[in-house]
Antibody, heavy 122, light 108 residues
């Protein structure tokens, strides 16, 4: 079945880096845009970043622009989120999600991973 | 940025009754509006996309309507498993993709 599994979360000090992975299965990975969405404790859902099916187009929320980098390896069916200069406010559960329709142009997300928890704390 | 505003923040309804949730966009999003159900510790679940199209496997008691700036999610006959937080999301004016703040649907 269609599945996304995140990994790489953990506890990290402010200013340090962390890299998240999102492993996909059950669909033609190279056909779909992938997004990262996070949920801080007690808060709602916040879109973080997105990458097109071939990796040529990337977009970021203003709050992470210049600090986070999204990338993908279609040979490994995996999307990555490199997070640098982490701040307390980056503490959240990070979900990766798949667009409903192939190609890339902004879409709803029909498959989500369970999420991986990132805690930024000294 | 398109701001999505959901109302009410909390809705108390008894099982078997109808629930109506609202979502308003600060500018037109056409029909590029989705609804999600989210339970603690679980992945969000897509219910509706394109403002009114039910996602695969979603029961018919869930329906979406609206276009432009005003949208509604209706759950016709509430089941026990429907009590959760619901989010609307616009994907018309992006980046950024934006979500509403959520409506908590609780048992009355």
């Amino acid at each position: 079945q269609v599945q996304l599994v995140e990994s790489g979360g953990g506890v990290v000090q402010p200013g340090r880096s962390l890299s998240l992975s999102c492993a996909a299965s059950g669909f033609t990975f190279s056909d779909y845009g992938i997004h990262w969405v996070r949920q801080a404790p007690g808060k709602g859902l916040q879109w973080v970043a997105s990458i097109s099916n071939r990796g040529h187009n990337k977009h970021y929320a203003d709050s992470v622009k210049g600090r986070f980098t999204i990338s993908r390896d279609n040979s490994k069916n995996t999307v990555y989120l490199q997070m640098n200069s982490l701040r307390d406010e980056d503490t959240a559960v990070y979900h990766c999600s798949k667009e409903v329709f192939p190609l890339f142009g902004g879409d709803a997300f029909d498959t989500w991973g369970q999420g991986t928890t990132v805690t930024v704390s000294s | 940025e398109t701001v999505m505003t959901q109302s009410p923040a909390t809705l108390s309804v008894s099982p078997g009754y109808r629930a109506t949730l609202s979502c308003r966009a600060s500018q037109s999003v056409g029909s590029n509006l989705a609804w999600y159900q989210h339970k603690p510790g679980q992945a969000p679940r897509l219910l509706i996309y394109g403002a009114s199209t039910r996602a695969t496997g979603i029961p018919a008691r869930f329906s979406g309507s609206g276009s432009g700036t005003e949208f509604t999610l209706t759950i016709s006959t509430l089941q026990s498993e429907d009590f959760a937080v619901y989010y609307c999301q616009q994907y018309h004016n992006w980046p950024p993709i934006t979500f509403g703040q959520g409506t908590r649907l609780e048992i009355k």
